[in-house]
Each structure stands twice: as C-alpha cells, then as structure tokens.
C-alpha cells in the first residue's frame, strides 16, 4: 500500500526529544520528502506495526500524526509547486 505520512509534533516540554524520535522512526519505514512528510510503500503489517511504534512517542493531547493510504502510488497524482527535491539525490 502506497502511504503519505505527515505529524505535527508542539515543541513545549520535551518535544524535541519526542521530534527526533518520531523522526527517526519514520524515516526507517519511509523516504523523508520535506520537513515533517514521508512517503512510501508498507504492508498493513508494517503500518500496524509502525503505528504501535510511534504511539510510544505521541502525545494524545499535543502531538498528531496523519496518515494518507492509497492501494498504489500509480492511483494519486503528485504535482510539486515550488522547489523539487530529489529523495534520491540523497543517496552515494
């Protein structure tokens, strides 16, 4: 399944910590497209177990995570208004 993950983590008490963290996780399912936004294939398993993962982290009352599923990448339209990063350019 094709997924579009987005968070919004407040930065009070130890959100930094809680922002690394989530980072972190994220990326290691999913390629980083900008700042807060990640993108990729999973298997419903790996979404289970990516969403057990990040309510570790989350804070119900402060901190949101959203995610957009799709059966194939092929079925959403992407368009990039503005600066295109290249995900791949990352890469050695």
């Keep these: 399944m094709y997924v579009i ?35 990729g294939e999973l298997s419903e398993s790996q979404i289970l177990k990516l969403n057990l993962e990040l309510k570790k982290h989350i804070r119900k009352e402060k901190d949101s995570v959203i995610l957009f599923k799709s059966r194939h990448e092929r079925w959403l339209e992407k368009e990039f208004w503005g600066k295109q990063d290249n995900a791949l350019s990352n890469l050695i």
């Design 5 to 39: 993950l987005t968070y919004d983590i407040s930065l009070d008490d130890n959100g930094q910590k809680i922002l690394r963290n989530v980072f972190k996780l994220c990326k290691s399912y999913l390629t980083h497209i900008q700042d807060s936004v990640f993108e």
